[in-house]
């Protein structure tokens, strides 16, 4: 059984940092490339940072892009999101994901929460 587990998420102030975790299991977690999605408040989720494997490309959305850092450790298998000067509208929840080739099964965590106060 395959679950993401996010954690991390809290209030801050703009400007402050939060490191997001989104721990992995039941995953061939060295072979799945791993996003974060962000889903303000009445808004659609939408993709904020992508992570390859094995290269470890990234991918950032604009709105995040010299913020944000994702990156991965294949050991732990676990994902991680460090954000860094956030904004009010940074405000929302943060799932990951993971797409699973040998099933074609792409899984969702829950997600965290993040609040940035102004």
């Known amino acids: ?50 992570i390859t494997t094995p290269s470890g490309s990234t991918w ?10 994702v990156f991965r450790d294949n050991v732990e298998n676990t994902v991680y999101l460090q954000m860094n000067s956030l904004k009010p509208e940074d405000t929302g929840a943060y799932i990951c994901n993971g797409y699973s080739a040998p099933s074609r099964n792409t899984y969702w965590g829950r997600g965290t929460y993040v609040t940035v106060s102004s």
């Open 1 to 50: 059984q395959v679950q993401l587990v996010e954690s991390g998420g809290g209030l801050v102030h703009a400007g402050e940092s939060l490191r997001l975790s989104c721990a992995a299991s039941g995953l061939t977690f060295s072979n799945s490339p791993m996003n974060w999605w962000h889903q303000a408040p009445g808004k659609e989720r939408e993709l904020v940072a992508a």
């Open 60 to 69: 950032y959305a604009d709105s995040v892009k010299g913020r944000f850092t």
